[in-house]
T-cell receptor
Framework: DVKVTQSSRYLVKRTGEKVFLECVQD?????MFWYRQDPGLGLRLIYF???????EKGDIPEGYSVSREKKERFSLILESASTNQTSMYLC????????????FGSGTQLSVL | AQSVTQLGSHVSVSEGALVLLRCNYS??????LFWYVQYPNQGLQLLLK??????LVKGINGFEAEFKKSETSFHLTKPSAHMSDAAEYFC???????????FGTGTRLTVIP
């Protein structure tokens, strides 16, 4: 069964901490995405990557960065966490031929105190 | 520019009743349209998609949706609701060559026994 795995289901951090969210996919997909999900706002794209070492800003990149050193792994970094970054973070991947068919991880609920 | 609007953040139906979840889109290019479903504590999974061709598309678990260009709509239906259909449903729009999807704010479906 295909899988997108996010390293933590729940995470609690303090304001100002550097936070790493990790995502690994086992489908050899070229494209990987980070979304945040907030009630009433749906999913908003933070960053995406269509190849190793490539990255593109999504709709809300401010306060975030990403890293993609290997094809299967896409990391989201909060350089200095703030309370307004408390959210559910969803990682997704897709293949180049079917880039719109996203496979999602089960999410990381991040609380910044 | 692309966007979707989902009418109704919460919908309740009785078990066995018709399910109708509404989605209207805006797109400056021929749209690709999607419905994703999110069960509790899980990531999103693809229910169905429209890219080109037949405007009535069938998905998993008995769901279907019809692309109506004149109404800029892509409503999701199921003839008879089942308890296991209780979830949050997201409509999304993309396009040929697009790198990402734009998601709606979601509709939470409750099924009443």
């Amino acid at each position: 069964d295909v899988k997108v795995t996010q390293s933590s289901r729940y995470l609690v951090k303090r304001t100002g901490e550097k936070v790493f969210l990790e995502c690994v996919q086992d489908m050899d997909h070229e494209n990987m995405f980070w979304y945040r999900q907030d009630p009433g706002l749906g999913l908003r794209l933070i960053y995406f990557s269509y190849d190793v070492k490539m990255k593109e800003k999504g709709d809300i990149p401010e306060g975030y960065s990403v890293s993609r050193e290997k094809k299967e792994r896409f990391s989201l970094i909060l350089e200095s966490a703030s309370t307004n970054q408390t959210s559910m973070y969803l990682c997704a991947s897709s293949s180049r031929p079917e880039r719109e068919k996203l496979f999602f991880g089960s999410g990381t609920q991040l609380s910044v105190l | 520019a692309q966007s979707v609007t989902q009418l109704g953040s919460h919908v309740s139906v009785s078990e066995g009743a018709l399910v109708l979840l509404r989605c209207n889109y805006s797109s400056s290019v021929p749209p690709y349209l999607f419905w994703y479903v999110q069960y509790p504590n899980q990531g999103l999974q693809l229910l169905l998609k429209y890219t080109t061709g037949a405007t009535l598309v069938k998905g998993i678990n008995g769901f279907e949706a019809e692309f109506k260009k004149s109404e800029t709509s892509f409503h999701l239906t199921k003839p008879s609701a089942h308890m296991s259909d209780a979830a949050e449903y997201f409509c999304a729009v993309g396009g040929a060559g697009a790198n990402n999807l734009f998601f709606g704010t979601g509709t939470r479906l409750t099924v009443i026994p």
